[in-house]
């Protein structure tokens, strides 16, 4: 099945940091999202993102999918955005999305 | 407000005694599905449903039933809980099965 990898696995940021999360995936995929799971354990949908680039407010998102990779960019980071980012793709079948294990990100004040 | 609902947002229960975790969504959606999340393993696919009375099985469905009378309504049935059914459960929609998916807020469930 396909393998969705996230990097890095933690990253720990002074507010006002910009950062970029990293996800490979190992087959071709038309369908890749990024979620951000915030201490309250919700999850939030950021990106619908199958090609090209998205940027919503601070938050921008990359993929590239001939070359198995996406990138969310986080720009002048605040401490609401700590929490778990995951990326995620579609099953072949259609039927269920693929989690990777996430990047926990901590931005402190 | 478009939202996809789940109650309770806890349950402690002990094992062998029924329950039920509903979720609802307001936004037509076609495609819902069910999702446990536990330390170490992530996010794993209980059941998945296209439509109504279309239902069918993702990775991890032992000990779980569920139903879908309504388009809204995809409630998640645990006939007989164990403890290593204590997890977090979330419930997700999406228009198709390759659209946006929007999840619920959670049940943490307890299983003493």
């Known amino acids: 099945g396909i393998q969705v990898e996230q990097s890095p696995p933690d990253l720990i940021l002074q507010e006002g940091a910009n950062s970029t999360l990293r996800c490979n995936f190992s087959?071709?995929?038309?369908?890749l999202q990024w979620f951000h799971q915030n201490p309250w354990g919700q999850l939030i949908n950021l990106f619908y993102?199958?090609?090209g680039t998205k940027q919503n407010g601070r938050l921008s998102a990359t993929t590239v999918a001939t070359e198995r990779y996406s990138l969310l960019y986080i720009s002048s980071s605040q401490t609401t955005d700590s929490g778990v980012y995951f990326c995620?793709?579609?099953?072949?079948?259609?039927?269920?999305?693929?989690f990777g294990k996430g990047t926990t990100l901590s931005v402190s004040s | 407000e478009a939202q996809v609902t789940q109650n309770p947002r806890y349950l402690i229960t002990v094992t062998g005694k029924k329950l039920t975790v509903t979720c609802s969504q307001n936004?037509?959606?076609?495609?819902m599905s069910w999702y446990r999340q536990d330390p170490g393993l992530g996010l794993r696919q209980i059941y998945y449903?296209?439509?109504?009375?279309?239902?069918d099985k993702g990775d991890v469905p032992e000990g779980y039933k569920v139903s879908r009378k309504e388009k809204r309504n995809f409630p998640l049935i645990l006939e007989s809980p164990s403890p290593n059914q204590t997890s977090l459960y979330f419930c997700?929609?999406?228009?198709?099965?390759?659209?946006?998916?929007?999840f619920g807020s959670g049940t943490q469930l307890s299983v003493l």
């Open positions: 993102i199958p090609s």
């Open positions: 449903s296209m439509n109504v009375e279309v239902t």
């Open positions: 995620a793709v579609r099953n072949q079948a259609g039927t269920a999305l693929i």
């Open positions: 936004m037509n959606h076609e495609y």
């Open positions: 087959d071709s995929v038309n369908n």
């Open positions: 997700a929609s999406s228009l198709w099965t390759n659209e946006k998916l929007f």
